[in-house]
Nanobody, 122 residues
């Protein structure tokens, strides 16, 4: 299971930290990713982190503003979101990625959480 939390309504320029608690797998073996889906749009890649936390990828629209991290001892992955913009408004999903690797291809993520809504007002 993947349980995402931390979403909410904030003003532009604010920060939020999303958390995703994992269970049911050996968390430390798997890369993890965050994706988002805005109303009327396709789901898009946001960020990914490899199994150890030593490697990260970011989507172009969030580079320099968002930071993905993980705590394997807590089976949790985080997404720190700074300088939020109204265009960041979306449902954010965490997902298990390939083991011992990292990917930004949605097709390589095989288990998804339920999502948490982030709304950024202007």
């Amino acid at each position: 299971q993947l349980q995402a939390s931390g979403g909410g309504l904030v003003q532009a320029g604010a920060s939020l930290r999303l958390s995703c608690a994992a269970s049911g797998r050996t968390f430390s073996r798997y890369s993890m990713g965050w994706f988002r889906q805005a109303p009327g749009k396709e789901r898009e890649f946001v960020a990914a982190i490899n199994w150890s936390g030593s490697s990260t990828y970011y989507g172009d629209s969030v580079k320099g503003r968002f930071t993905i991290s993980r705590e394997n001892t807590k089976n949790t992955v985080y997404l720190q979101m700074n300088s939020l913009k109204p265009e960041d408004t979306a449902v954010y999903y965490c997902a298990f990625g390939p083991p011992y690797s990292i990917s930004y291809y949605m097709e390589e993520y095989d288990y998804w959480g339920q999502g948490t809504l982030v709304t950024v007002s202007s």
